[in-house]
Each structure stands twice: as structure tokens, then as C-alpha cells.
């Protein structure tokens, strides 16, 4: 996992050996999953865990702060109840979710044609403070968000870039506070 540090920060990968180096596009979205503890149990509503309180430190910090930095979107699911598996209540369909994300990726595209990015993600820290604006709301929010949360410089960027991309998927030109309150809620949690 280390070794993708780089690559999932720079977008390239760079090969040493003695006869040379040599250095390709690496770009790509990691989708990773993992058990909240040794038994899985951790935070379950219904089932209890069985892990001791060092036991679950050690599994969360088994992969380290900065490749946890570096993965955008923590999301917590949790166990599927019975009832959802049989309920024949529709959820929105993979070809409106799709239209959706189209929809937001031309806003990002048209955004950013000048500087040739094709998305929020891709900004650097500089272009974020020049493209993506703030209303005084969502400063005070982030600045708060800062104190108590302890955020990194790459979380603070990041939570502003997803709230942008959140913000681009219903269509608003404005960020509110309540898509930056969303993005932060994305980071990753301390284990207790």
C-alpha cells in the first residue's frame, strides 16, 4: 500500500534500476474496502464486537495516515438489514446516477478548459484557492472544521474539491455550507 503514495499523489509512477529510470502515467481511482476491526463487528447496530480497544487501534492503523490522506472518500456502510434485501422499493437508476455525473463532468470540463483540467480533483492547492470560491459561511465552517478536526493541508484541499464536485452534481454555481458540511463528512474517523 505505501508504495502507492506517490503514484495516487502525482499520477505517475517512476522506475529506478541500474540502467536507467524511467517514469509512466499511472492515473487511476483506487476503490478499496476494509473491516472496521479483527471480527468486523466494530459500530454494528446489532451484532457486538469482540475486538479489545488496542486490538482495533492496531487493525485501523495497519495501513498508514498518509495513504488514508491521500483516498478522497471514507464512507462507513453499514450491514444490510433483511428488509432492505427485500424491500421492492426502486432506488435511482444507474442510467439517471450516470446522467448526473455526466452532467457535473462537462460543468468541471467547461470550468477548467483554460488551465487543461478536466475535473475538480484535479486541481493542485493554487488553482483551488483561484477556481473554487468561498462564501464567508463556508470559511467560517472550514476554519472551524480546522480547529476541532485537526485536519492536513491535503484534507483541508480535498474536503473544498469535493464539496465543489458535490455542489456540481445538483447544478449549483455556489458552494453552501452545506455541501462543505457533507464533503468533511467524508474524511476518515479516529478510531476510539
Same mark, same amino acid.
Not at 503514484?7 to 540502467?19: K, N, Q, Y
Not at 475535473?119 to 472551524?144: F, T
Given at each position: 500500500?505505501?508504495?502507492?503514495?506517490?503514484?495516487?499523489?502525482?499520477?505517475?509512477?517512476?522506475? %529506478?534500476? &541500474? *540502467?536507467?529510470?524511467?517514469?509512466?502515467?499511472? =492515473?487511476?481511482?483506487?476503490?478499496?474496502? *476494509? $473491516?472496521?476491526?479483527?471480527?468486523?463487528?466494530? !459500530?454494528?447496530? @446489532?451484532?457486538?464486537?469482540?475486538?479489545?480497544?488496542?486490538? @482495533?487501534?492496531? #487493525?485501523?492503523?495497519?495501513?498508514? !495516515?498518509?495513504?488514508?490522506?491521500?483516498?478522497?472518500?471514507?464512507?462507513?456502510?453499514?450491514?444490510?438489514?433483511?428488509?432492505?434485501?427485500? %424491500? *421492492?422499493?426502486?432506488?435511482? %437508476?444507474?442510467?439517471?446516477?450516470?446522467?448526473?455525473?455526466?452532467? &457535473?463532468?462537462?460543468?468541471?470540463?467547461?470550468?477548467?478548459?483554460?488551465? =487543461?483540467?478536466?475535473? $475538480?480533483?484535479?486541481?493542485?492547492?493554487?488553482?483551488?484557492?483561484? #477556481? @473554487?470560491?468561498? *462564501?464567508?459561511?463556508?470559511?467560517?465552517?472550514?476554519?472551524?472544521?480546522?480547529?476541532?478536526?485537526?485536519?492536513?493541508?491535503?484534507?483541508?484541499? =480535498?474536503?473544498? /474539491?469535493?464539496?465543489?464536485?458535490?455542489?456540481?452534481?445538483?447544478?449549483? /454555481?455556489? @458552494?453552501?455550507?452545506?455541501?462543505?458540511?457533507? &464533503?468533511?463528512?467524508?474524511?476518515? =474517523?479516529?478510531?476510539?
Amino acid at each position: 500500500m505505501e508504495a502507492l503514495r506517490q503514484p495516487l499523489e502525482d499520477g505517475i509512477v517512476t522506475i %529506478s534500476r &541500474a *540502467s536507467g529510470t524511467i517514469t509512466y502515467p499511472a =492515473k487511476f481511482v483506487l476503490v478499496a474496502a *476494509s $473491516n472496521p476491526c479483527p471480527c468486523g463487528y466494530f !459500530g454494528d447496530p @446489532i451484532k457486538p464486537c469482540r475486538c479489545l480497544p488496542g486490538q @482495533i487501534a492496531y #487493525y485501523q492503523k495497519r495501513i498508514s !495516515g498518509p495513504i488514508m490522506d491521500r483516498i478522497d472518500l471514507h464512507i462507513d456502510l453499514p450491514p444490510v438489514t433483511p428488509e432492505k434485501l427485500i %424491500s *421492492s422499493s426502486l432506488s435511482e %437508476s444507474s442510467k439517471k446516477v450516470k446522467k448526473r455525473i455526466q452532467i &457535473a463532468r462537462d460543468i468541471q470540463v467547461r470550468r477548467y478548459r483554460q488551465i =487543461k483540467k478536466v475535473c $475538480n480533483g484535479d486541481l493542485n492547492s493554487q488553482q483551488v484557492k483561484e #477556481y @473554487i470560491l468561498l *462564501s464567508p459561511d463556508c470559511i467560517r465552517l472550514l476554519k472551524q472544521a480546522v480547529a476541532t478536526l485537526h485536519l492536513s493541508a491535503r484534507t483541508y484541499y =480535498k474536503a473544498i /474539491k469535493i464539496a465543489r464536485t458535490i455542489a456540481d452534481l445538483t447544478c449549483k /454555481k455556489e @458552494i453552501s455550507s452545506e455541501h462543505l458540511a457533507e &464533503a468533511l463528512q467524508y474524511r476518515p =474517523k479516529e478510531c476510539t
